[in-house]
């Protein structure tokens, strides 16, 4: 067995424990979709972080502001 040959085989490996035949071309592309969907849904989340990090600090700024409004008033 040549090099290449050993190759082929780990990578065959790799994938049938990732559960995709590379022989099939349709376990590939099912492969390759659930990949765009895993990198879709970290957009996502990413996305989803940085709405919950400004409305926190939107609202902190409002309590800020309503505080010292506040304190102006009573004075």
Do not use: Y
């Not at 424990?17 to 996502?44: Q, T, W």
Request: aromatic share 6%.
């Amino acid at each position: 067995m040549n090099e290449q040959d050993a190759a082929d085989r780990a990578v065959k490996k790799v994938f049938a424990i990732l559960g995709v035949d590379i022989d099939k071309p349709e376990s590939i592309e099912e492969f390759r979709e659930d990949l765009r969907f895993g990198r879709k849904l970290r957009k996502a989340a990413d996305h989803s972080m940085m709405a919950f990090v400004g409305t926190v600090v939107v609202g902190l700024c409002v309590a800020a502001w309503a505080g010292i409004g506040a304190k102006l008033i009573s004075d």
